[in-house]
């Protein structure tokens, strides 16, 4: 089991920045794969950035240039994924989840929210 604890949401204005972090603990030798999606009322939940586990990303379009991800492996058996946010928009309101997945294994964390206020 891998456990994913988000923190980092809140609410910025228009232009303001904001870091997101996820903590994976557990059996996080199973997760190849972390990332952060969200979800803003009325939408389906859409990717918004990704890593791998050899530190390739992948960002939504609307996010490129905006949003920075990274990831630390495996300090005190803990992966840690953040998603640096800067120019936020007010379209970037929606509730952020953490996921970790790898083979079988497929994990989310609770999501956290981001408001940005115009």
């Known amino acids: 089991q891998v456990q994913l604890v988000e923190s980092g949401g809140g609410l910025v204005q228009a232009g303001g920045s904001l870091r997101l972090s996820c903590a994976a603990s557990?059996?996080?030798?199973?997760?190849?794969?972390m990332g952060w999606y969200r979800q803003a009322p009325g939408k389906q939940r859409d990717l918004v950035a990704s890593?791998?586990?050899?530190?390739?990303?992948?960002?939504?379009d609307s996010v490129k240039g905006r949003f920075t991800i990274s990831r630390i492996n495996r300090i005190n058996n803990k992966n840690t994924v953040n998603l640096q946010m800067n120019s936020l928009k007010p379209e970037d309101t929606a509730v952020y989840y953490c996921?970790?997945?790898?083979?079988?294994?497929?994990?989310w964390g609770q999501g956290t929210q981001v408001t940005v206020s115009s």
């Open positions: 890593i791998t586990s050899g530190g390739s990303t992948n960002y939504v």
């Open positions: 557990g059996s996080v030798f199973s997760i190849n794969n």
């Open positions: 996921r970790g997945w790898g083979g079988w294994s497929d994990y």
